[in-house]
Antibody
Framework: EVQLVESGGGLVQPGGSLRLSCVAS????????MNWVRQAPGKGLEWVSC????????YYADSVKGRFTISRDNAKNSLYLQMNSLRAEDTGVYYC???????????WGQGTLVTVSS | DIQMTQSPSSLSASVGDRVTITCRAS??????LNWYQQKPGKAPKLLIY???SLESGVPSRFSGSGSGTDFTLTISSLQPEDFATYYC?????????FGQGTKLEIK
């Protein structure tokens, strides 16, 4: 059974940092592009970042470029999102998702809540 | 960046109704269009991929069509469990933009 489990969310002050993790199981993690998608409270889905299967081909949304860094460790079946210089508008639930490119994001984690507030 | 525009933003319908949601891309994306369903407090669920292919396990009352810039998601006969928010997403190029969502509510 495919599972994606996020962790690392929490309350952080504006300007602070947080590192999210996503541990994958039930599939060959190193074969898939992985993505982060977020959702502000009561709002829609916003794509954040993706990383290719081997760790190359990294892309970011303009809203996080220069502040967030995506990475992965295929030996640990893990995906990461290092978030720096956090702003109030970064508040939301962050999901990791597997991309069955180009057939869409077929598996999602349960999400981890990030709250940026003083 | 490719912009995705869904309509309507919200929709009231009754059990048994046929419902159509549309999604328009700001440029041609061939058939690289996916549809998701999201219920409150839950992660999105893939329903339709590459415009018209039904994801495994998704009921056949869901269908998708379109190519280029205009796409539709149709639910042929609404069931109580279908009341949710629906999103389109383009997988043609990064950023993999989503539509703003369509909230389907019970009339």
């Amino acid at each position: 059974e495919v599972q994606l489990v996020e962790s690392g969310g929490g309350l952080v002050q504006p300007g602070g940092s947080l590192r999210l993790s996503c541990v994958a199981s039930g599939f060959t993690f190193s074969s898939y592009e992985m993505n982060w998608v977020r959702q502000a409270p009561g709002k829609g889905l916003e794509w954040v970042s993706c990383i290719g299967s081997s760790g190359g081909a990294i892309y970011y949304a303009d809203s996080v470029k220069g502040r967030f860094t995506i990475s992965r460790d295929n030996a640990k079946n893990s995906l990461y999102l290092q978030m720096n210089s956090l702003r109030a508008e970064d508040t939301g639930v962050y999901y990791c998702a597997r991309n069955r490119n180009p057939e869409g994001f077929d598996y999602w984690g349960q999400g981890t809540l990030v709250t940026v507030s003083s | 960046d490719i912009q995705m525009t869904q309509s309507p933003s919200s929709l009231s319908a009754s059990v048994g109704d046929r419902v159509t949601i549309t999604c328009r891309a700001s440029q041609s994306i061939s058939t690289y269009l996916n549809w998701y369903q999201q219920k409150p407090g839950k992660a999105p669920k893939l329903l339709i991929y590459v415009a018209s292919s039904l994801e495994s396990g998704v009921p056949s009352r869901f269908s998708g069509s379109g190519s280029g810039t205009d796409f539709t998601l149709t639910i042929s006969s609404l069931q109580p469990e279908d009341f949710a928010t629906y999103y389109c997403q383009q997988s043609y190029s990064t950023p993999y933009t989503f539509g703003q969502g369509t909230k389907l509510e019970i009339k």
